[in-house]
């Protein structure tokens, strides 16, 4: 991998106090040309399942070369290990916790290792802030060139499986879960365009209802629910001019099928 420069952050932080400033900090100390791009710091505190797929379906959009980085870390402090990836022309870094198992999926082989802490060089972590502390360097030492992940890390097979099951597709309907809630009370799911894609009359089965698919919000009228697959490919539960999650009482987790009643 040729690194391009540019790190993505994705993290359950939140916007109060300076954790993810004070990783930026930490970055560009160690590399000052590195690009930096929050991805999001809005992931649900202690939620990996939902960082790892908005990794996944995000870092196509970046540059070849981009290294990154995803922190929703319940095991701080504890001996839960480190991954460090090679996937697709990018470099990825997250807990060994299930966030990148999703990714993984996408590919036949892809590039595993373990991070080696001593091989960076590192003072004593604290016990509370590894994102400070070892995934801040690491991601500025992959970024710059000045590492690759086969410099800091054991190769490795295995890893821990992911949180939510992938869909299951069965002759004429896929079942799937949702995974997050956005700020319009949209509800995303992980059932891809893809696994519908021959349907002729596909209808969404949420909370009780029987939803239709349509193209875009503005194809129904005010109040009412619609599902459609969104801009990353994935079907979606919506409500026109309104919030889906409120209406129907639902969130992460709850299940979503998707069946062609045509």
């Not at 009370?185 to 909370?207: C, K, M």
Request: glycine share 10%.
């Amino acid at each position: 991998m040729k690194p391009s420069g540019v790190i993505t952050i994705t993290t359950d932080f939140g916007h109060k106090g300076p954790f993810a400033a004070v990783m930026k900090g930490v970055i560009l100390h160690r590399y000052p040309d590195a690009k930096i791009v929050d991805l999001t710091h809005d992931i649900p505190a202690q939620w990996p399942p939902e960082a790892g797929f908005w990794v996944s379906r995000s870092y196509r959009y970046f540059p070849s070369g981009t290294v990154h980085l995803a922190i929703v870390d319940p095991g701080v402090g504890t001996e839960r290990d480190i991954l460090v990836a090679h996937c697709d022309g990018h470099a990825f870094m997250a807990p060994d916790n299930g966030l990148l198992a999703q990714l993984f999926g996408l590919f036949d082989a892809p590039q595993v290792y373990r991070l080696d802490v001593a091989c960076l060089g590192l003072p004593e972590p604290s016990a509370t802030f590894h994102g400070r502390d070892i995934f801040a360097p690491a991601a500025a030492a992959l970024a710059s060139g000045s590492k690759t992940a086969a410099d800091i890390g054991t190769p490795t097979t295995e890893w821990t499986p992911g949180w939510v099951d992938e869909p299951v597709v069965s002759p004429g309907s896929v079942s799937g879960v949702i995974v997050t809630v956005d700020n319009f009370g949209n509800l995303i799911s992980n059932i891809d365009a893809s696994s519908i894609g021959e349907y002729t009359e596909p209808v969404a089965e949420l909370a009780g209802r029987t939803i239709p698919l349509r193209r875009t919000y503005g194809r129904v009228r005010p109040g009412e629910y619609l599902a459609l697959v969104n801009s990353f490919d994935v079907v979606e539960v919506a409500r026109a001019q309104g919030s889906a999650a409120e209406g129907l009482g639902s969130t992460r987790g709850a299940p979503l099928v998707v069946r062609d009643v045509g």
